[in-house]
Every structure is written in structure tokens, then in C-alpha cells.
């Protein structure tokens, strides 16, 4: 019978067309599987790096906050200081002192220095009054460092500490 044959080949051209059709739905889910790899490889990108960003933000706040603490705790130990200070006074007398005034008279008496400030601009004078001696500073602050004015104002006072 010939009918046989092309049934057969009718059947054959319909997997055939089939397995194309298959063929081409896996090709095309395979694109898209590619297609958002690519996206979501984009994403991750912006993602670590949004990361990344964030992590530099925290490391700098993380430095910025230690820094802070380190004042404060400095603030903590001078505010300290001047209570005891207030104290010391309270119990002499009962005068209050203004705060300005107040922490101007604390330094000193912290650092017993007399400033000299009708000095012309950039020069740094005053008077040490040590234990034994009242001892003329006169610095250039514009030939010397802030780091070597304020050591060499600290080992005047550390000396009688």
C-alpha cells in the first residue's frame, strides 16, 4: 500500500517540526537564561560596589567616632578636673565664677603662664611664674611649629607637675 508511506512521512514531518519547535523554545530559554545571568552579573556589580562603598563609609564613621570618643573622654577628664577645681573654690568662698573667665583662670593656674596678649601678631609671649623662678616666654610662631610651641609650653609646666 502507497497511503503507508506517506502517513509515515507525515508523521516524520510533524516530529520533525516538533523537535525544531523544542529546538527553538531551549535555544530561546537558553538566551534568556544568558540574558539575566548578564543582568544579574550587572546587579552584583553595582551591589559589591555598593558595598564596597558602604564598607568605606563605615571604616571613615568608624574612625570619625573614635575620634569623637577621644574627645569626648578628653572633655570627660577636663570637665572633671574643673569640678574639682569648683570645689576647691566652693570651698574657699562662695563666689561663682563666670565660665569663660572661670576656664581662662583654670589654665592658668593649670599652666601658671601669663600671656602677654597685646604682643605683636604671630609672636607668642607671657610669663611662666615657676616654682622657683617666673621664667619670659617669647616665641616666633611664625618661625616655629604649633607642635614645638605647645611641647615646649608643656614641659614648662610639666616640670612642676
Known sequence: GGGRRLETQDGADQRLREILAAEKEVAQSLLDAKEQAHQGGT???QLEAELQRASEEDTHLKAS???LSRELEELKEIEADLERQEREVDED???TIP???YVAQL???ISKIEWDYECEPGMIKGIHHGPSVAQPIHLDGTQLSKKFISDYLWSLVDAEW
Open 93 to 95: 568662698t562662695t563666689v
Open 43 to 45: 546587579e552584583l556589580q
Open 107 to 109: 589654665y592658668r593656674r
Open 65 to 67: 567616632l573614635l575620634q
Open 99 to 101: 565660665s569663660a573667665v
